[in-house]
């Protein structure tokens, strides 16, 4: 801040061998103004680092960090008994997070409702030796994404295999 005046009233072209002294015992010309304006900033920088009050978890009381956020999330997963509902719940019950898992050989789904991420959960169902794919997250009333997985088999005509140009 004293700086300041100092420096409208001294230009460095009128003086080039200007310094800055700082209190480390670091001289910097005014031809390295940039150089100065980094000691000055990293300085700055550090001393904010090591003044900034250190937040460690005993002061804080365990229960005002705690948010639960369930949600539902569907997964297609091949199941051909009711053993293979049970491996997989037991496999995506050990995540924590998880609160209630249901299958449905039928449909072939199984419905997940908890705070894990759904990414952990379908590795958690990759390690029972079936794939899975998200169909859905979310609950009626949220405004989450929900995954519709449709399929039309569309017959491709010769024009569209054959044509591979690029066009830009």
């Not at 001294?10 to 940039?34: M, Q």
């Not at 997250?137 to 569309?154: P, W």
Request: some cysteine; proline content about 4%.
């Amino acid at each position: 801040m004293r700086l300041r005046p100092w420096i409208s009233k001294h230009r460095a072209a009128d003086i080039p061998t200007a310094c800055l002294r700082l209190r480390n015992g670091f001289e910097i010309n005014s031809a390295s103004s940039s150089c100065c304006f980094i000691f000055f900033l990293t300085g700055f920088i550090v001393y904010r680092y090591r003044s900034a009050p250190r937040l460690n978890n005993e002061s804080f009381p365990s229960n005002i960090m705690t948010v639960n956020h369930s949600f539902q999330t569907q997964f297609a997963v091949p199941l051909s008994c009711d053993g293979c509902v049970k491996s997989v719940s037991d496999s995506v019950l050990k995540l924590g997070g998880i609160s209630k898992v249901e299958g449905n050989l039928k449909d072939q789904l199984i419905y997940v409702e908890g705070s894990a991420a759904p990414s952990a959960i379908v590795e958690a169902i990759q390690a029972t030796g079936r794939d899975a794919i998200l169909r859905g997250s979310g609950t009626s009333d949220s405004a989450a994404v929900s995954i519709l997985e449709t399929y039309t088999d569309k017959k491709q005509t010769a024009h569209e295999g054959t044509n591979r140009e690029v066009r830009g």
